[in-house]
């Protein structure tokens, strides 16, 4: 609840010299603000970035059902949460523009295995 959302507080750092304390919602000054979603990991090919992918249903009045949409949110990975892979369920949470298509950052490791 430190950074003003209830998800847990991972570990310090293991090499405090050289974490990166700018853009960590945990033990630096990024702060969180907006809204929170959830989604799954479906890249990892870009350092300290995932791109999370999120469905949803959209109500159609002219045919009155629903309809699949998806989009996809490019959010940085703090590195106290490093060891995201794809397939990972993760919570983001909306924050300060952190570069020109960078506006999330995770905050939890929904997966079993974190």
Same mark, same amino acid.
């Given at each position: 609840?430190?950074?003003?959302?209830?998800?847990?507080?991972?570990? *310090?750092?293991?090499?405090? +010299?050289?974490?990166?304390?700018?853009?960590?919602?945990?033990?630096?000054?990024?702060?969180?603000?907006?809204?929170?979603? *959830?989604?799954?990991?479906?890249?990892?090919?870009?350092?300290?970035?995932?791109?999370?992918?999120?469905?949803?249903?959209?109500?159609?009045?002219?045919?009155?059902?629903?309809?699949?949409?998806?989009?996809?949110?490019?959010?940085?990975?703090?590195?106290?949460?490093?060891?995201? /892979?794809?397939?990972?369920?993760?919570?983001?949470? /909306?924050?300060?523009?952190?570069?020109?298509?960078?506006?999330?950052?995770?905050? +939890?490791?929904?997966?079993?295995?974190?």
């Amino acid at each position: 609840m430190a950074i003003g959302i209830d998800v847990p507080t991972p570990p *310090e750092p293991d090499n405090p +010299e050289d974490y990166d304390y700018e853009k960590c919602p945990f033990y630096g000054q990024l702060s969180v603000r907006g809204q929170t979603r *959830e989604g799954t990991v479906v890249s990892t090919d870009m350092a300290k970035t995932v791109i999370v992918e999120r469905e949803y249903d959209v109500f159609v009045p002219k045919y009155d059902r629903y309809m699949k949409r998806r989009s996809r949110i490019p959010a940085h990975v703090p590195g106290v949460l490093d060891s995201l /892979e794809v397939g990972d369920e993760v919570t983001i949470a /909306e924050t300060r523009p952190l570069s020109k298509t960078k506006s999330h950052v995770v905050v +939890e490791n929904l997966s079993g295995d974190q």
